[in-house]
């Protein structure tokens, strides 16, 4: 996917930056004067001066206000002839004239006459002119020069322009690009509504996970419409100083007025348009003021034609309700995480210009890749050509993919970790546990591969499954056989060391309590507690875990949660037992060529398996 950028013409980039050749001059000033300053000569002290003097040693001798330059008669050990003495705090002394009649020869020193008016007066104030000035012209580069440009709004301004971003550059959201379609009529022909007696939209909030594309669709948008495009954050609006944030908003506003039909787009709006408290102070106020002023912006006094603003958030619980109600924000768009043929569509986009293998199927990556948005795909991509680059090939294949996709979920090899033998096994038993079990319940997702190489995540091993097709919609009978194949592992552990388990099990056993959670308190599968959900309300659905809330339920309710939730995994953990009992002949098998080979995919699992029951 490629963005918009606003580009300076040719000539304004090649004119000569003065602020920055003014404000590097008094650097220049002070390293000429140290490089024009003698330096091959040899510093004596006041006192060895004097000596040498009475010695007859001193050959010539220029006297200044603050130092002694001259010429000894013969050249010192270290080869120098010419010499240098400091004067300073010994100006007045009243033999030196005397001295250097009496011992150095006639016409062999002279006396300076002192400074002028230019280097004692005029010369330091230039250099603290062309000083002050640097500053000053650096500072107003950077936005501090005064305090209106530091209440300016900082967004990105972009243009129409050969490299702007259309629809055609969106791929895997059609159904978004399909409700965003209609503003571009808006942006385009206006009269057409109005006629009707329709109106503008006033704001748009693109709702969705993290990388899905917000951005992009709310930059092609505005290179459909052909119009301005302002773009900023919603923490730009956010100082430590009350007031500036305010300004912010209304200098944005002005400035969008001005070119008009356009764009406002503010990404991470919730940095902005959380929900007021009932009181505050400091930052918390500044933030309110901030929220306030875009709510009149938007809809108030100040009637707006022609701008329309677009905002992105995955937080939309915590906006507050004043910002999205009808007249501010009129539309919600939901951008979610494209689906199988969403997300070849974007595979293909971002394969544009790597080269890759004619037997790739994307269609095969894309089925791999569920729950992947855009960005961790066009991240995938980039995995997979660096894969092919180590490898020196000419090509990216579907090898490189599928170590792409290894290195994203699982992180990077660790094929250095040097592990004990005894280690070594009860990784394999840990992995072949979970293999065995993925492959003996029903409904489970296919397992893919099976290694035993140690991961940059901690990972000892693991054990990958990839899903055919999309699933929406999961029954409780999938979540508990989910839940088994999580504790797998740690029951195949169990079996072969006689109940001896290792703490490699940890996340598996953090999943699996999560889901069995989740069973019991959002999706109502629990028949003890029945059909009631104890989700809490502020959680974002875009964001795994959501927000922390205070429990609206009784310590008796939760109690019985927490014994629900253990026999939910109880259950689960006897299933997975009697499973692993009846097949200890298939694990021990597994174990073994996990030992010799490291790695084992889809194909061998299914030779070890073959004379097994399946």
Known sequence: MRFSSSRPDKSRRLQPRWWFLLALAPVVIVLAYVAMRPTSVRVLSYGQFKKKLVARQIKSVRVGSSELLGELTEPSKDGLREFRVSRVGLERDDQLPALLDQYVPEGAYE??????????????????????????LVARRAGFGTAMAFA????????????????????????????????????????????????????????????????????????????????????????????????????LFAQAEEKAPCLIFIDELDALGKARSGGGSGGQDERDQTLNQLLVAMDGFDSNRGIIVMAATNRPETLDSALVRPGRFDRNVTVDRPDIGGREQILRVHVKNVPCSDAINLRNIAAMTSGFAGADLANLVNEAALMAARAGKESVDHLDFER?????????????????????????????????????????????????????GGLGGFTLSLPEEDRFLHTGTWLKNTIGMLLGGTAAEELIYDGEISDGATSDLQRATQIARRMVTDFGMSPALGRVSYQGENRSPFIPGGSSVEASWSEQTARE??????????????????????????????????????????????????????
């Open 152 to 251: 300016k709004s900082r967004h990105k301004m972009y243009g129409e322009g050969p490299d702007r971003v259309t629809f055609d550059d969106v791929a895997g959201i059609d159904e978004a690009v399909g409700e965003l379609q209609e503003v571009v009529g808006f942006l385009k022909t206006p009269e057409k509504f109005r006629k009707l007696g329709g109106r503008i939209p006033k704001g748009i909030l693109l709702v969705g996970p993290p990388g899905t594309g917000k951005t992009l669709l709310a930059k092609a948008v505005a290179g459909e419409a052909g119009v301005p495009f302002f773009s900023l954050s919603g923490s730009d609006f956010v100082e430590m100083f009350v007031g500036v944030g305010a300004a912010r908003v209304r200098s």
């Open 561 to 614: 949660i927490d014994l629900e939730v253990r026999r939910i995994l109880d259950g689960c953990l006897d299933t997975t037992r009697s499973i692993l009992s009846r097949r200890r002949a298939a694990l021990e098998a597994i174990t073994e060529a996990l030992i010799a080979r490291e790695t084992l995919d889809a194909a061998e699992l299914n030779d070890l398996l073959s004379d097994d029951w399946a």
């Open 111 to 136: 006396a300076d006459s002192g400074p002028g008016v230019i280097q004692n007066t005029l010369l330091p104030g230039a250099v603290l002119a062309v000083l002050l000035g640097g500053l000053y």
């Open 404 to 456: 792409g996709f290894e290195r994203i979920v699982a992180g990077p090899e660790k094929r250095q970790r040097i592990l004990r033998t005894d280690e070594v096994r009860r990784i394999a038993v840990h992995e072949a546990g979970h293999a065995l079990i993925a492959r003996s319940l029903p409904g489970l997702d296919p397992v893919h591969k099976v290694s035993i190489v140690g991961r940059g």
